[in-house]
Structures are given as C-alpha cells and as structure tokens.
DNA sequence: ATAATTCAGTTCAATATTTAATTATGCACC
DNA sequence: GGTGCATAATTAAATATTGAACTGAATTAT
C-alpha cells in the first residue's frame, strides 16, 4: 500500500501522463468558456463548427464535414438537420453522383456568422489571454506537433 | 465577398483563434486515443477519472468528485451509480452531515485499476511521443498557465 | 425557537454523441 | 450486363451529459 502510494507519486510526475492531464484540462476550461460564448447565440460549439467550416470552404459532401469536425456519420445527418431546421444551410443533391449531398451555407447563416464572429473573436482573445504572443506560438507549435503525431497513429494502429 | 475572404484569411492567422483550434484538434486526436484504449476495459473515461481519483486521493464526497472531474451534479450520480453497480465502489454516508454521501473505491476497483493502469501508462507514452521530454514540459507549462488563467476568468465572470 | 436560506444529492427531461444496421447508389470485374 | 464489393447518408437504439426542479438536511438570521 505504501509501497504503491510511492509508485503513484513517482508516476505522476511522468511528463507523458502529466501532458495528458493538462492537456484535457486547459482543453475543458477554454472549450467551456468558448461554448457558453457559442450558446448565448443559440448554436452549440458542433454546429458552429459546422457553419463555420461551410463559410470559409464552401459546400462541403456531409461526410468530408465528419472528417474535418470528427464527427461520426450518424451525428452528422443529426447537426446536419438541426442547422437546416433552423435555416442556416440547405441540403444540395449532387447530380453527379446521387450517393453525395452537399451542404451549403444559407443567406441567413451567413449573417448570423457574420454577425456573431467579432464577439466571438474577442472572448477567445480574453479567454486565451493567460499566455502572450509569444507563447501562443511556442503552444501552437508544440500542440500542432502533438495532434499529428497521434494522427498518424491513429491511422496505422 | 472577396473582402470578407481577405479578412477571414487574416483573422485565421491570429494566434488566439489559431492556438484554440490547434488545442481544440490536439486533445480530441489524443483523448480519443486514449479513450480507446480504456474503453477496452469495459470503462469509460469519465468512470476512468473517479476510479483514479479515489485511487490516489481516497474517498471523496461525491460533489468534490464533480469540481475536480468537471462534471454536473447529475452526471455524478449517474456515474457513480454505475461504479456502484459494477462493485468497483461504495457509496457510505457521512455520520456528522446526513446530506453528504462519500464515494470509496473497493478491493475489486483497486485490483482493476492496478491491473490496467501500467498499459495505460504505456499507452500514454507511445500517443504523446510526438514531443521529447523536454517539448512536453515546455507544453505542461504553457498549458498549465493557459488552464489556470482560463479558470480565473470563469470564477471573477 | 422558528423562518428563510443554503447546500448535497437525486430525479427527470432535453440534448448530444456513437455504433450498428439499413438503404441506395456507384464501380469493378468476369 | 449481372454479381459482388465499396461508399454515402439515414435510421434507430444505447449511452453520456447537462440543467432545472425537487428533497431532505444543516445553517443563519430574526
């Protein structure tokens, strides 16, 4: 018993696993912030991410929308559904091969995109304002090398 | 339009939005990962953390569980229901203040934890060896001082 | 002392998310 | 040109998560 409490300490000092535990934290205390920000405009952050993603790439194949935002196929038709309820993007039927359907971004969601990024923008610049220029790109570096390295893990496991 | 296009190219490279998505992209490649390799063990990640919690910190009243996890009181309940149910903890009452219930990991929850923590550690090396030692202290730090300021701002906001 | 307030935990409904099965279409190969 | 395999999207069931209302208990104020 004290043996292992010793074992534990010891291990917890590990750099993988304390990574790993900052990492989810800092991701769960900004990418709450971020959400209530998202909420008061009545999206959550996924179908942010959505109109977001259809604003600056265009209509996308609902499934490429999947790849980008990670999000599983079943869930997409679901996001997918609620934004064209609520009339920010139409469902467009792809002549060319009739398995496909694009979604595109409305009028209307593009104002409310237009709309809701400045402020948008400032609360990530305030939320974020725990580290300097500098070290956003120091993060940025680091947290890119990251992501793509478990990536391709992702991919050959 | 093209206008638009210009200055969304250019708000795209403003570290602050850039080090949200990259943090954003690097925890979900790495959570997932790791989720994986837990839910292997018939846990989830949630269920993962409140063993390991009460593994090292002892037993805890279940709202303490909810701060340091980051979970809603409902989902505490929920969770803890379903580690009770499994047997891989207790649910024992405080005698001095009835309305405090305290969670306490059993025998058998110890015996599981103790047998898949050393592949999980494995698992959290091989996931993270995108960044040398060195590179992940350096992003313990940054993102340790991006958590705790992010923190701040939800408290004082 | 009692009334009002606060607090811990549970319950319940609403919402998100995943996985597996299903449907429809396209493609390759014989 | 039909058969079988791959692919895109949808559907449905299971699971997670939150937030609000509620219950019982403790604390504070009057």
Known sequence: ????????????????????????????????????????????????????????????????????????????????DKLEKKEFINRIQCAKDRRITYASISEKGKALLEDIFPEHWRQIEKITAGLSADEKKGAIKLLKQLGIYADELKKTD
Chains 1, 2 share one sequence.
């Open 1 to 80: 018993m004290d043996k292992q409490r010793k074992q534990y300490q010891e291990r917890k000092q590990d750099p993988s696993l304390k990574l790993f535990v900052v990492l989810s934290k800092a991701y769960r205390s900004v990418a709450d912030l971020v959400a209530a920000d998202i909420r008061k405009n009545g999206l959550n952050t996924t179908e942010f991410g959505v109109l977001e993603l259809l604003y600056h790439s265009g209509e996308q194949p609902l499934q490429k929308i999947g790849d980008k935002i990670l999000l599983a196929s079943g869930s997409i038709t679901y996001v997918v």
